[in-house]
């Protein structure tokens, strides 16, 4: 008994002690990023440039990741905002980020100059982000989102029937002194148009009487695209036809004429 509790002692005080490893050493390839320092700003705010650590160094696309970047900062306010990116090689390529905010301003005043009838509400709702935090009073100025959503706003109004319409460039004016910018847009939106004759060609009389009722429209009302595309589209359904939508602009008497041509059955 006493030779089997000895041999126990035994193992036990022969337990191998623990060995510490050396740690795995890091990745120093030089095609690659391995680390994002910046300055002027704090990592959060370069977000799309600090996940780049690790990645392999592409100058053409940090130079695109860095573009948008710098539209986060326009977002938020900053439209002077500049991101300058220089590389040192340490272990791997250390990207050094420099970041000038420049001042901050927010939208005080928004409107256009005009005397047309187009409502206003539709303007600014063309304008302004869903969220009302970009190009809307209280929000950032950012400019080509402006431009962008004016050319939408420019079509808008062709379709209402204002085909001659012009949306000029936005000017903004910057009042450092309390950080405000006021916004004006010019419109020259011309005569608006009506809607002139209304003519259905193809199929027998009958047919092309129920594609006229079908559409709904009415000669002298206002031309509205989406409502004349919607009446074709009614047509279609109900006649279950092909109809072909032709439109022209008799420019002397300030109408647009609206024409079905009537096909087949679908």
Same mark, same amino acid.
């Given at each position: 008994?006493?030779?089997?509790?000895?041999?126990?002692?035994?193992?036990?005080?022969?337990?191998?002690?623990?060995?510490?490893?050396?740690?795995l050493?890091?990745?120093?390839?030089p095609?690659?990023?391995?680390?994002?320092?910046?300055?002027?700003?704090?990592?959060?705010?370069?977000?799309?440039?600090?996940?780049?650590?690790?990645?392999?160094?592409?100058?053409?696309?940090?130079?695109?990741?860095?573009?948008?970047?710098?539209?986060?900062?326009?977002?938020?306010?900053?439209?002077?905002a500049?991101?300058?990116?220089?590389?040192?090689?340490?272990?791997?390529v250390?990207?050094?980020?420099?970041?000038?905010?420049?001042?901050?301003?927010?939208?005080?005043?928004?409107g256009?100059?005009?005397? @047309?009838?187009?409502? +206003?509400?539709?303007?600014?709702? %063309?304008?302004?982000d869903?969220?009302?935090? #970009?190009? *809307?009073?209280? $929000?950032?100025?950012?400019q080509?989102?402006?431009?962008?959503?004016?050319?939408?706003?420019?079509?808008?109004?062709?379709e209402?029937?204002?085909?001659?319409?012009?949306?000029?460039?936005?000017?903004?004016?910057y009042?450092?002194?309390?950080?405000?910018?006021?916004?004006?847009?010019?419109?020259?939106?011309?005569?608006?148009?009506?809607?002139?004759e209304?003519?259905?060609?193809?199929?027998?009389?009958?047919?092309r009487?129920?594609?006229?009722?079908?559409?709904?429209?009415?000669?002298g009302?206002?031309?509205?695209?989406?409502?004349?595309?919607?009446?074709?589209?009614?047509?279609?359904?109900?006649? @279950?036809r092909?109809i +072909?939508?032709?439109?022209?602009? %008799?420019?002397?008497?300030?109408?647009?004429? #609206?024409? *079905?041509?009537? $096909?087949?059955?679908?």
């Amino acid at each position: 008994m006493q030779r089997l509790v000895w041999a126990a002692v035994l193992v036990i005080g022969c337990r191998p002690s623990e060995v510490a490893y050396p740690a795995l050493a890091r990745d120093c390839s030089p095609t690659r990023i391995g680390k994002v320092t910046v300055q002027g700003a704090t990592l959060a705010d370069i977000a799309p440039l600090a996940v780049l650590e690790g990645a392999f160094d592409d100058s053409d696309r940090t130079d695109r990741i860095a573009e948008v970047a710098t539209e986060l900062f326009h977002v938020r306010g900053y439209p002077r905002a500049r991101i300058d990116i220089s590389r040192r090689v340490a272990c791997g390529v250390e990207l050094q980020v420099a970041v000038d905010r420049g001042p901050r301003f927010k939208i005080t005043q928004l409107g256009f100059q005009t005397d @047309d009838t187009f409502p +206003e509400a539709e303007r600014v709702a %063309a304008i302004e982000d869903s969220l009302g935090t #970009v190009n *809307a009073i209280g $929000g950032a100025y950012v400019q080509d989102r402006m431009e962008r959503a004016l050319a939408a706003l420019a079509r808008r109004y062709h379709e209402s029937g204002w085909i001659d319409a012009q949306v000029g460039k936005p000017h903004a004016s910057y009042d450092e002194s309390d950080g405000s910018v006021a916004v004006v847009v010019p419109i020259e939106a011309g005569p608006r148009y009506r809607i002139g004759e209304i003519h259905a060609h193809g199929a027998g009389r009958a047919t092309r009487a129920q594609v006229i009722a079908a559409m709904g429209l009415r000669g002298g009302d206002w031309f509205d695209a989406a409502r004349v595309r919607s009446g074709i589209d009614r047509a279609r359904k109900r006649l @279950d036809r092909r109809i +072909e939508l032709r439109i022209e602009v %008799a420019a002397d008497r300030r109408t647009i004429d #609206v024409e *079905a041509r009537v $096909g087949g059955a679908r």
